[in-house]
């Protein structure tokens, strides 16, 4: 069966139904999408805020879900795609294990190819309450000083100066 593409912006629903008619489903779990919906769930030596929306999406598509990830070979320039088990363990259960399910898939998908995974995504922007967001901890980041070119062409000339009349 050949598949069906339907952007984003035309919501949930033509996705529903392209599954239920037989097609398969590619839904990326990993995005951050703030605390309302989520959970706070264990992902590698940390937490992140996770949708379970996976667990309601099997149950409105009536479908299996088939963890899988897509790994590039640079040297051979070739895709390979590592599949695991359906995760029928989420038919029942609750919003919190659906969250860490998810990500303990991931987890077991990225730890032998962490170049591969797509990290510039912010994935743990949203925290507790009362906790700092990790990308804004000047800490982590500081702002590095860049003298201005001026200085930097008139350091490069002293020490050219210095050179030749040394």
Not at 15 to 35: C, E, K, M, N, T
Not at 61 to 68: D, E, M, T
Not at 138 to 159: G, M, R, S, W
């Amino acid at each position: 069966m050949a598949g069906a593409c339907t952007p984003r912006n035309d919501g949930i629903k033509p996705f529903i139904q392209s599954v239920r008619q037989g097609y398969w489903g590619y839904y990326l779990p990993d995005q951050d999408h703030g605390a309302e919906h989520s959970e706070f769930v264990d992902f590698f030596a940390t937490y992140k805020a996770t949708l379970p929306a996976i667990g309601r999406l099997m149950k409105v598509c009536r479908a299996r879900v088939v963890p899988l990830f897509p790994v590039y070979d640079g040297k051979t320039h070739r895709l390979t795609v590592l599949v695991r088990p359906p995760m029928d363990d989420l038919l029942e259960a609750d919003d919190n294990t659906i969250a860490r399910r998810m990500n303990e898939e991931v987890e077991i998908f990225v730890k032998p190819h962490t170049e591969q995974y797509t990290w510039i995504l912010k994935l743990l922007k949203t925290r507790k309450p009362g906790e700092i967001e990790p990308y804004k901890r000047k800490e982590l980041f500081p702002k590095k000083k860049i003298a201005p070119p001026v200085a930097q062409v008139n350091d490069y000339l002293a020490t050219v100066r210095r050179r030749v009349s040394g």
